[in-house]
């Protein structure tokens, strides 16, 4: 009987001691856990504000670094596709995360826009006779818009797709040596009903432009 007793204290004190490793161990995997789910999300993010820099200028790239406002560092890269290296409207984000001595790396393959989306495109706002081109109140035009030069807006024209351009559209009725927005747009009020974007980091080229 004494020996039964002396083999299930040992058992029962071999028991004990591996709760305690696994109790030792726990807290050690959580923090693990909880850091390279830190730095999935530091990749993921910066992914996100790829695709946001994408949806702005299709033809953006570049690279994106971690600020204060991340929990972790990290940076993303653009690059062309392995796969089709010439293909001009493919572009792979590479993005990797840091936090707590963990690294994860994300990679996202985009479709960029084609050229032929445009349903209006100019590399000027000027007629073939040099005048400037003008849209009035009664214009509509619906799908995406671009030019490399300078919109002319008189009266409140319409736009139903996403219009964009290197440089802030003038109004009629406003000052166009003028910074200031309000004083270079004077009362004049287009609609973009899609949105705009008129601070392009560079301009489109043409297709077949050299």
Request: proline fraction near 5%.
């Amino acid at each position: 009987m004494l020996i039964l007793v002396c083999g299930f204290v040992i058992i029962s004190g071999i028991i004990q001691l591996n709760n305690a490793n696994r109790a030792n161990m726990l807290p050690e995997r959580v923090v693990d856990q909880y850091n390279e789910h830190q730095a999935r999300n530091v990749a993921s993010s910066l992914v996100d504000d790829a695709i946001n820099k994408l949806l702005l200028d299709m033809e953006w790239e570049g690279t994106i670094t971690t600020d204060e406002h991340y929990e972790g560092t990290g940076t993303l890269t653009t690059g062309p596709d392995p796969a089709d290296p010439l293909n001009e409207y493919k572009a792979l984000l590479t993005s990797t995360g840091n936090f707590g001595g963990y690294t994860a790396e994300t990679q996202v393959l985009m479709n960029r826009d084609s050229f032929s989306k445009y349903s209006y495109f100019t590399d000027e706002e000027k007629l073939p006779g040099g005048q400037n081109i003008w849209w009035w109140n009664d214009d509509e035009v619906r799908g995406p818009v671009h030019t490399n030069g300078t919109f002319r807006m008189s009266g409140s024209p319409t736009f139903h797709g996403f219009v964009t351009s290197p440089n802030d559209w003038i109004g009629y009725t406003g000052d166009e040596d003028s910074n200031d927005p309000d004083m270079r747009h004077g009362s004049d009020t287009p609609n973009f009903n899609n949105g705009s974007n008129f601070n392009l980091n560079r301009t489109k080229e043409l297709p077949g432009a050299a």
